[in-house]
């Protein structure tokens, strides 16, 4: 639950716009003439009605262009399309908008009609332009229509990334900037390794003890927090403890050991770990247990979900309190932040609409906090709503819980601090497989720089005293200015490219879908090669994929059973699973895995209905349908 909530935040993007914008041409399909001069008309994904002032006829496709969009859209017939003059059409097209009707920009045009993909005049001469440079004509295209379709920038540093993107790999990339990195003693190259050991899940060059000295004493130097607040909410230093008292402690160990030397770089405070027992507040195997522990517990709310729930549990402690009486006309709250009455009735009604007690409860392995959490929800209510329960200690042990859970939860800053402890410590961790895996596409997510622009500005003074931690991304671009750094400004610039073309084509999102792409190290699963994830389906209110109807795809290049697709279709929370694999030895750790599948998915309340092995040969025709659901908008939307 929690990476699919981190993967839902990845990419805080815009949500496309269906509606097409003044100026650009559209192809459109005629699919029904209805009376009054109107129709039934099909622009991209979308069916609108609209008002007809020219003659059309059925079932015929037309290219527009948009006039006016103040009130009613207006479509400017162009032509009608048709094979036998698409071509002249084209070319005639590329001349009124003043772009040359080269061949490579004819087909780049009619491919754009083709697939229905509004674009603008002036963002296709931008288009034409970097076709016309790229080498590899027929993958400029496909990223151009791309970028035309998610309506990106046509700029060349766009262009860049995704083409770094789809002709580079991420596992490559990673490996090559290890390698400079590695001839390097510069601090920030340093931090490259050891971010790129935590990110791919492989050991680090230095001990856990050495890198956790640095860290800390990185952070100690620029009166940064970070770790310290970190520590407080793991229970590895007591809540009172002062960050003045620890700052002076670990400063005192530096200088003693330091003989003079009065700005100790990474390299020699790692040594010194070696020599003189750093004063860590308990030991480094039981630090890791209890950061480990803090991690399993986090569960990023939304905000009105953080209030609703602060309010429930606020009213529930004052009835129990007997500070104020219970029953319906108590339940009346104060004005929340949108300026609206809200009951705790409805509070209550929203917790259980968005599962979030239920979601909490999962955190738990124990039987006695996940019933005492249950009893919370179905108890509480009647508490308040008739005046009293026979539940009160049933009720009281269930807040209990909720504030413990609540005091663990990090604001996002601390949450990529523990992130990054939890992937530099996690080889002193006993942990499965799949847990494992869990860690290291967590920390793909929070340490590169893919979620940089949308983390929230920090808002308390607790948090004011934290920094930000530095991302892959960001220390990349701070070798480029560092004329000591042994990486290469162009291994650099290509790693940059990389991260900015996964966040680019991350997320895309309709009114009524939401789809995700992402690309993962072949590292996480001791692969060579990139590891994919797709993810589609309908979008919950929340912003989020509903778990319950979803389409899910892993393409893999496993080292024994080589290119692997793993497709799963989920309706219901109903599971069928179809592997794509053309080697036959398959089937034996297939049928071995099954039951585990089976006892692993029912654990997670879905129901496992198929399992099918097929041959490679067969995914290319079942992925190549478009998934996109269509919108319907009733009403004269558009003057033709």
């Not at 050891?194 to 680090?204: F, Q």
């Not at 050991?257 to 990474?266: A, C, I, L, Q």
Request: proline share 3%; hydrophobic share 35%.
């Amino acid at each position: 639950m929690n990476l699919i909530s981190s993967l839902s935040k990845l990419v805080q993007q815009q949500e496309v716009r269906a509606f097409p914008k003044t100026g650009q041409v559209i192809n459109g399909n005629i699919l029904e003439l209805l009376p009054q001069n109107r129709a039934v008309v099909q622009l991209g994904s979308q069916q609108v009605k609209a008002q007809l002032e020219a003659s059309l006829s059925k079932g015929k496709s037309y290219l527009f262009q948009v006039g006016s969009t103040d009130q009613k859209i207006q479509l400017k017939v162009i032509t009608q399309l048709g094979e036998s003059q698409g071509d002249s059409t084209v070319k005639h097209l590329l001349n009124e908008l003043g772009i040359k009707p080269t061949k490579e920009n004819r087909l780049l045009t009619s491919q754009l009609i083709k697939k229905s993909v509004p674009f603008q005049g002036s963002d296709l001469k931008q288009a034409a332009a970097l076709h016309q440079r790229a080498e590899d004509k027929k993958a400029a295209r496909e990223i151009l229509i791309q970028m035309l379709q998610k309506q990106l920038p046509i700029k060349p540093s766009v262009y860049n990334a995704l083409h770094t993107k789809r002709m580079d790999s991420v596992t490559q990339t990673m490996k090559q900037v290890h390698i400079e990195a590695s001839k390097s003693k510069t601090a920030g190259d340093r931090a490259v390794m050891s971010l790129l050991a935590s990110i791919k899940g492989e050991g680090a060059s230095v001990s856990l003890r050495e890198s956790s000295v640095v860290k800390l004493m990185t952070e100690v130097n620029i009166n940064s927090q970070n770790s310290f607040q970190l520590f407080k909410k793991a229970g590895i230093l007591d809540s009172k403890a002062s960050y003045t008292s620890f700052q002076d402690t670990w400063t005192e160990w530096a200088e003693a050991h330091s003989k003079g030397n009065e700005n100790p770089s990474s390299t020699y405070l790692a040594s010194l770990s070696k020599k003189s027992a750093p004063p860590f507040p308990m030991a480094m195997e039981e630090m890791a247990v209890r950061l480990n522990q803090l991690f399993h517990q986090q569960l990023p709310l939304k905000a009105p979900e953080q209030q609703s729930l602060h309010r429930v549990m606020n009213q529930v402690e004052k009835v129990l309190a007997k500070e104020i009486p219970s029953g319906n006309d108590s339940l009346r709250s104060k004005h929340n932040t949108f300026g609206t009455n809200q009951s705790v009735s409805e509070d209550f009604q929203f917790l259980k609409e968005r599962e979030v007690l239920t979601k909490i409860s999962s955190l738990y392995t124990d039987e006695k906090n996940q019933k005492l959490l249950q009893d919370f929800l179905r108890a509480a209510p009647i508490l308040l709503t008739e005046g009293g329960s026979s539940e009160k200690q049933v009720i009281r042990e269930g807040l209990s819980v909720l504030k413990k859970w609540q005091s663990t939860q990090l604001p996002p800053i601390l949450r990529q601090t523990l992130t990054e402890w939890i992937g530099r410590s996690a080889a002193e961790l006993s942990v499965s497989e799949k847990e494992a895996i869990f860690v290291k596409m967590k920390t793909m997510l929070d340490l590169t720089g893919l979620q940089e622009e949308s983390n929230v500005k920090p808002a308390s003074a607790q948090e004011k005293a934290t920094t930000q931690e530095s991302s892959l991304k960001t220390l990349l671009l701070s070798s480029l200015q560092d004329a000591s750094s042994t990486i290469r400004p162009e291994t650099a610039k290509k790693m940059i490219q990389m991260l900015n073309g996964m966040q680019l084509t991350a997320q895309q999102e309709t009114n009524q879908s939401l789809q995700m792409s992402l690309q993962f190290p072949g590292n996480i699963i001791g692969s060579e090669n990139d590891v994919y994830l797709d993810m589609e389906g309908r979008k919950t209110k929340e912003g989020n994929i509903d778990p319950d109807y979803c389409h899910i795809m892993f393409f893999l290049d496993l080292n024994n059973f080589k290119e692997t697709i793993i497709n799963l279709n989920i309706v219901s929370r109903r599971v069928g699973v179809t592997v794509f694999n053309n080697d036959t030895l398959i089937e034996l750790p297939m049928e071995t895995h099954k039951a585990t599948l089976k006892s692993g998915l029912e654990d997670m309340g879905y129901e496992l209905i198929s399992l099918n092995i097929k041959e490679m040969n067969n995914a290319a025709h079942m992925f190549s349908k478009d998934n996109s659901l269509p919108e319907y908008k009733e009403g004269i939307d558009l003057r033709i």
